[in-house]
T-cell receptor, first 113, second 111 residues
Framework: DGGITQSPKYLFRKEGQNVTLSCEQNLNHDAMYWYRQDPGQGLRLIYY???????QKGDIAEGYSVSREKKESFPLTVTSAQKNPTAFYLC????????????FGPGTRLLVL | EDQVTQSPEALRLQEGESSSLNCSYTVSGLRGLFWYRQDPGKGPEFLFTLYSAGEEKEKERLKATLTKKESFLHITAPKPEDSATYLC????????????FGRGTSLIVHP
């Protein structure tokens, strides 16, 4: 099956802990994105990558880090510097180009203990 | 500054009661307007892309239209299973690959 997988579905973070959210795709899309969604707010861009071994900060990158070592994978680490990490995190992929549609994974909900 | 504004924030309809959702945008040189459906606790599901004013696309009870300043998502004779949040998005000005998303319209259809 072609698609985007995110794991885990739910993640619990203790104070001071770094946690990593997984995003894997087999759509052969070059571009991958991470968004954060909070109640009543639109999707806010954290990081994006147009090609392997390259990525750029989005609008709210502070407290987050990413890597893009493989085309299929774009993991997001929520560091202890992110003071308000509770949110729904969405990974998306797309073919290159501004007219291309983004396709989303099922999301990971991060909660703070 | 690019802005994508959706209205209303929330909409309650009776089954069969048709209505429209609005998405207005201030992006210069629009290169696409995207509509998504999002169910609670799930990722957005792609519905439509519109590229030029006057374009229309349909899928079951949904029809999306585009003008130079806004897009409408028309819902004809909705059913309870159409209940969801509907998001629109447009690529940012200046050749960016990054879309700006609206905050969404939460639709509830009562049986």
């Amino acid at each position: 099956d072609g698609g985007i997988t995110q794991s885990p579905k739910y993640l619990f973070r203790k104070e001071g802990q770094n946690v990593t959210l997984s995003c894997e795709q087999n759509l052969n899309h070059d571009a991958m994105y991470w968004y954060r969604q909070d109640p009543g707010q639109g999707l806010r861009l954290i990081y994006y990558s147009q090609i392997v071994n390259d990525f750029q900060k989005g609008d709210i990158a502070e407290g987050y880090s990413v890597s893009r070592e493989k085309k299929e994978s774009f993991p997001l680490t929520v560091t202890s510097a992110q003071k308000n990490p509770t949110a729904f995190y969405l990974c998306a992929t797309a073919l290159p180009g501004p007219r291309e549609t983004q396709y989303f994974g099922p999301g990971t909900r991060l909660l703070v203990l | 500054e690019d802005q994508v504004t959706q209205s209303p924030e929330a909409l309650r309809l009776q089954e069969g009661e048709s209505s429209s959702l609005n998405c207005s945008y201030t992006v210069s040189g629009l290169r696409g307007l995207f509509w998504y459906r999002q169910d609670p606790g799930k990722g957005p599901e792609f519905l439509f892309t519109l590229y030029s004013a006057g374009e229309e696309k349909e899928k079951e009870r949904l029809k999306a239209t585009l003008t130079k300043k806004e897009s409408f998502l028309h819902i004809t004779a909705p059913k309870p299973e159409d209940s969801a949040t509907y998001l629109c998005a447009a690529p940012r000005t200046g050749g960016s690959y990054i879309p700006t998303f609206g905050r969404g319209t939460s639709l509830i259809v009562h049986p």
